[in-house]
């Protein structure tokens, strides 16, 4: 009995090893569920969620910014402040980007998803809503592309001021 066990055995791990190399998950996941008797769900690929950004696989390049931190001085509330980042891809692979994020929805990075090659330059514009935001302001983008390391940061700083006349002028901590 012990030695039919192991041929058994022996028999779905050779089945599995072939599945797996195919990437046949349903033979795969058959062979096991019949050493075990269980039925067992497939799993599933896990998907980023919204808030994971998907680092491009292949190579890996450099990027890197003119400036990493821009301060855009004293602003009214509810005036949209936008400044453009200039940068380099200074690697020897072309630069993709796959996701450049604001750290709240009130700042928006706008910027290319084609490839940049080596040596060449490249723009993102970042807007910044100042609508509901007061005081002493840093908002964070994270950009993420197939560099080393994966994610680069930005910054848009500055003051924001109360509207005028307005008699809640009370001023938020930093972010």
């Known amino acids: ?14 089945v599995a090893t072939f599945a797996c190399q195919n990437g046949d998950k349903n033979v795969r996941q058959d062979a096991l569920n019949s050493i075990t008797n269980k039925t067992v769900e497939p799993t599933q690929q896990a998907q980023p ?13 450099t990027i890197t910014f003119d400036e990493e931190r821009f301060d855009f001085g004293e602003v009214s509330e509810g005036e949209v402040v ?30 290319t998803t084609d490839p940049i090659g080596p040596g060449e330059s490249g723009e993102m514009v970042v807007e910044f809503n100042t609508t509901g935001k007061r005081g002493k302001k840093s908002q964070k983008v994270t950009i993420t592309a197939n560099t080393t390391p994966p994610q680069t940061f930005i910054y848009i700083e500055g003051n924001v001021n109360p509207k005028e006349g ?8 930093v972010q």
């Open 82 to 111: 936008a400044h453009t980042y200039t940068f380099k891809n200074t690697g020897n692979e072309p630069l993709i980007i796959s996701r450049a994020k604001g750290s709240c929805g009130c700042t928006v990075p706008k910027y």
């Open 49 to 61: 969620t919204a808030n994971e950004a998907v680092v491009p696989e292949g190579p890996t390049t």
């Open 166 to 173: 307005d008699a809640s002028a009370v001023t938020t901590p």
């Open 1 to 14: 009995m012990l030695k039919s066990f192991k041929f058994g055995l022996l028999a779905v791990l050779v």
